[in-house]
């Protein structure tokens, strides 16, 4: 067996992305719960909320510079260090969902690109986990009802990574924030709407006091994973079965917070139904509409090597594993058939 000291609890300081209220955050502390539960108190994850020590969009490179030892995040807020990043947070519609991502990434081969990219092309001191595989995510917040595409020319809209290009192709004017400075701007009119990520959070936000048309469904974040990352020299300098735990209680934690999040998003979505919001499936003409946009950001972006590299990735691992989904799980359509017969 090996031979760890149960003297001193070893503790890192581990921030998340999240403001202490975001069910974000809770979830970034159930995955340091399960880290030190399974450690049995050998080594100890102190969770912190964004701000902390740095802010939000400042904890990859504080986790890098040993500033923090550890981040949960996700890699969308990577953007500006490299267009491929958000391939690994909110890559395109390709006809799969997060569960399909988390399942390339694993087992297609998606995980050796990010270390590629991560470790080789940026050379940041990071190892990185993906995890968690997110519902589709709301188009957004609006004064009024989004129709078609043409609605976006000149919207003052919030979103992050690769959706800034994919909106700015459809006419929106975009500004990045934390999700924590949404509802101030769009109280100051900064913004007309934004995107945030779904009911538990967009309630906690108050996005409810400031729109009250609540579009539901897109393909601009159709997939998205939480990231965890580690200061890689200090990860790497850990015994094998502490390293070991941080991998496999992430995986544990996909499948136990998506319950939560099933549990938790229902109820908070009846909440905001009853503040009088407007509460509508986004149309066809809309989702046509981001298709096409993907068309020309995918093209775009694929003259970068890497970002390419990427791509073909995806689509190989979509192309082959959609096909056994399509032809044996029951479509939307045949799913709300059931749910009628038996609800109503």
Known sequence: ???????????????????????????AADYAKKVNDMTGGRFR??????????????????????????????CTNSYGKHKAFALFGTPPSFGWDAHGMLAWFYHGGGEALYKELVNTILKLNLVGYLYFPMPTQPLGWFQKEI???????????????????????????????????????????LLNAAENNNPTSDLALGLPDVAKFYMMGGHHQQAETFEIIFNKPKHDALPLEIRMILRNAALAASSDQLGIAYDRYTKDLDEIKK??????????????????????????????????????????????????LQVNNLHSGELAAAYKHFFG
């Not at 300081?13 to 403001?19: D, E, N, V």
């Not at 509508?280 to 096409?292: R, S, Y």
């Open 1 to 27: 067996m090996p031979q760890v000291s149960h003297a001193q609890t070893v503790v890192w300081r581990y921030q998340s992305t999240w403001p202490a209220r975001d069910i974000f955050h809770e979830f």
């Open 45 to 74: 994850l102190d969770v912190l909320p964004a701000g902390s020590v740095v802010a939000a969009f400042q904890m990859v490179d504080a986790v890098h510079a040993g500033i923090l030892d550890a981040g949960h995040g996700v």
């Open 147 to 189: 129709k078609s595409a043409d609605d976006f020319r000149g919207l003052k809209y919030r979103t992050v990574g690769l959706s800034i290009d994919l909106f700015k192709e459809m006419g929106a004017a975009i500004t990045l924030l934390p999700g924590g400075e949404i509802v101030q701007a769009m109280d100051r009119r």
């Open 275 to 324: 503040q009088g919001v407007n509460v509508i499936h986004t149309g066809e003409a809309v989702l046509a509409a981001q298709l096409a946009a993907w068309d020309k950001i995918i093209a775009e972006h694929s003259k970068d090597r890497f970002f390419a590299k990427v791509i073909a990735s995806q689509k190989a691992w979509v192309k082959r594993t959609q096909p056994y």
